[in-house]
T-cell receptor, first 118, second 113 residues
Framework: DAGVIQSPRHEVTEMGQEVTLRCKPI?????LFWYRQTMMRGLELLIY????????DSGMPEDRFSAKMPNASFSTLKIQPSEPRDSAVYFC????????????????FGPGTRLTVL | AQKVTQAQTEISVVEKEDVTLDCVYE???????LFWYKQPPSGELVFLIR????DEQNEISGRYSWNFQKSTSSFNFTITASQVVDSAVYFC??????????WGAGTKLIIKP
């Protein structure tokens, strides 16, 4: 089985440019998470989707960040315009859970996208 | 409040020693999940284990073992006969009733040859 797939693996851009990060979750998983990791703040949850619906986006820093999940196999995280403080590693993760039964499977992370904004 | 504490910021041992990484959690939920992840220098987050709150059985996987104690709200991780390849940052995490992962600060493990 393929794991969580993220692209690009590295992105270097200039301040003010639009950045789009992509994620393909594990097939059959119904939950998808976007995380950001920095030395200063550690791992931060940005947003999570369940069955393609955004459930909690309280971690999205500001309006410059937006995330979509048009179908069960694809999600994007967009930053427009990007700023140097957005430089971080962005992880996508997926899992499968059923809220009614409160059953959770393992949460697997993609390899991450290292974003550098100059 | 939901919280995960990994009090050990950094541990350094010599290869072949056993090492235990501590994890203490706080939650009001009766159903929750605990996770351990490994983050090697290459940066990926590698899933190691998930434990449900209603399953207190300890787990052993090769040189890795986990001790889940609800009475002390701890979920400690032991590496037996450590190897240089075990060098990494290890994260403990709690999944709460909102299905969000609450992370510990991580423990950096250094295994010296």
């Amino acid at each position: 089985d393929a794991g969580v797939i993220q692209s690009p693996r590295h992105e270097v851009t200039e301040m003010g440019q639009e950045v789009t990060l992509r994620c393909k979750p594990i097939s059959g998983h119904n939950s998808l998470f976007w995380y950001r990791q920095t030395m200063m703040r550690g791992l931060e949850l940005l947003i999570y989707f369940n069955n393609n619906v955004p459930i909690d986006d309280s971690g999205m820093p500001e309006d410059r960040f937006s995330a979509k999940m048009p179908n069960a196999s694809f999600s994007t995280l967009k930053i427009q315009p990007s700023e140097p403080r957005d430089s971080a590693v962005y992880f996508c993760a997926s899992s499968k859970f059923t809220p009614l039964g409160q059953k959770v499977t393992d949460v697997f992370f993609g390899p991450g996208t290292r974003l550098t904004v100059l | 409040a939901q919280k995960v504490t990994q009090a050990q910021t950094e541990i350094s041992v010599v290869e072949k020693e056993d090492v235990t990484l501590d994890c203490v959690y706080e939650t009001r939920d009766t159903t929750y999940y605990l996770f351990w992840y490994k983050q090697p220098p290459s940066g990926e987050l590698v899933f190691l284990i998930r434990r449900n709150s209603f399953d207190e059985q300890n787990e052993i996987s090769g040189r890795y073992s986990w001790n889940f104690q609800k009475s002390t709200s701890s979920f400690n991780f032991t590496i037996t006969a450590s190897q240089v390849v075990d060098s990494a940052v290890y994260f403990c995490a709690l999944m709460d009733s909102n299905y969000q992962l609450i992370w510990g600060a991580g423990t950096k493990l250094i295994i010296k040859p």
